[in-house]
């Protein structure tokens, strides 16, 4: 087996068990460039061949112990004594004795080996504990009425990890904005993101009884012309911010698009909601948002006959070799509770 298909998270402990031989070794005289001999791990693979020689007592029982040849040890030792310019075992045909230096490298050896044991161990274990700090970035109505009544349950499962949550409409550069995962309203139109399907984004035509009762329930779309049409000012970078003033709404003989105007237009869904619920006028709102507004008949479902849109909603990431422990930890997490086979969060 080759040093590069040794499968992922091998332990540096294999190190002193799993002696593999190296390439072709240079033997070239060092000529101030010693360097050439080994690359990082050859030299720890050399190390390993020396310390073996010292424990074992020879070179036969430390090509068993690397299960290497004795020839392919020798040459590991040779050419660790030239990149050093010091003999390390002093060797006759029939004992070997390690030199003063010999001693003193080879004390040094086990340490540094040590220390790469020490340093795998980490490493697993960094690979198998979700910790650190995870930076991410979802709307201000997931966050406020899906994420944030859950995230506790989050930080009890992985007490090791620190959230930094930006709740914006905004739309941000995961990458320049040193987002490690973003929620998303809307179609995908980067391909170096990775997209997890959660539940459709759901909108619902709603306005309070108090407007109702003085202006009049509109009975069909195009009545909504004459009605206070309180609207959403999506923000820059949004694929409906250039959009005219319309709502479409899918009916009984197929979509109408309904161009609308009124008093107020804010970027803030719980500013608008509070505006509907002050019967200010008629609002596109998330279904998320009001669902208990409409259950408590606070507000009241306006063209129920007409389907307000649904948008795709999804969890993005950076496509990587290698998701993180943390990262892969709130992925599971969120489309656990939110994705399109769980139960959705306003309860109905």
């Not at 002093?90 to 004992?95: A, D, I, Q, Y």
């Not at 993101?193 to 779309?221: E, F, I, K």
């Not at 509070?274 to 709102?285: N, S």
């Not at 795709?312 to 709130?330: A, D, G, V």
Request: overall charge neutral; some cysteine; hydrophobic content about 40%.
């Amino acid at each position: 087996m080759k040093s590069g298909d040794a499968e992922p998270g091998w332990a540096a402990s294999l190190v002193y068990a799993d002696c593999i031989p190296t390439a072709k070794i240079d033997k070239r005289a060092a000529n101030g460039n010693r360097t050439n001999y080994y690359c990082g791990m050859d030299l720890l693979k050399a190390m390993t061949v020396f310390v073996r020689v010292v424990e074992s007592g020879s070179l036969t029982a430390a090509a068993v112990a690397c299960d290497l040849s004795p020839t392919m040890v020798g040459n590991h030792l040779q050419a660790l004594e030239t990149r050093l310019g010091a003999t390390l075992i002093h060797r006759t045909t029939r004992k070997q004795q390690i030199s003063a230096f010999g001693q003193a490298y080879y004390e040094r050896c086990i340490e540094i080996l040590g220390l790469v044991d020490d340093s795998e161990r980490l490493a697993l274990d960094h690979l198998a504990t979700p910790r650190g700090r995870l930076r991410v970035t979802a709307p201000v109505v997931f966050s406020n009425e899906c994420l944030m009544p859950v995230i506790a349950d989050y930080c009890e499962r992985y007490p090791e990890v620190k959230l930094d949550i930006v709740a914006t409409d905004a739309l941000s550069d995961l990458l320049d904005d040193g987002f490690e995962a973003a929620v998303r309203i809307g179609a995908l139109g980067n391909p170096d993101l990775v997209a997890r399907r959660l539940q459709p984004y759901r909108l619902v035509l709603c306005a309070s009884r108090a407007y109702l009762a003085t202006h009049g329930t509109p009975s069909s779309p195009d009545a909504l012309r004459s009605h206070q049409c309180l609207t959403y000012a999506y923000p820059p970078r949004s694929e409906w911010h250039a959009a005219q003033a319309e709502w479409s709404l899918q009916g009984p003989d197929g979509r109408v698009s309904v161009p609308v105007d009124g008093r107020l237009r804010i970027d803030n869904s719980e500013a608008l909601r509070r505006a509907v619920l002050r019967g200010l006028g008629i609002a596109m709102l998330p279904e998320v948002l009001v669902a208990a507004d409409l259950r408590a008949k606070r507000l009241v479902e306006v063209l129920p006959a007409f389907a307000a849109p649904e948008r795709p909603l999804n969890l993005l990431y950076l496509r990587e070799r290698q998701t993180s422990p943390k990262l892969r930890s709130f992925i599971e997490f969120v489309v656990e509770r939110f994705g399109a086979d769980a139960a959705s969060p306003n309860g109905a």
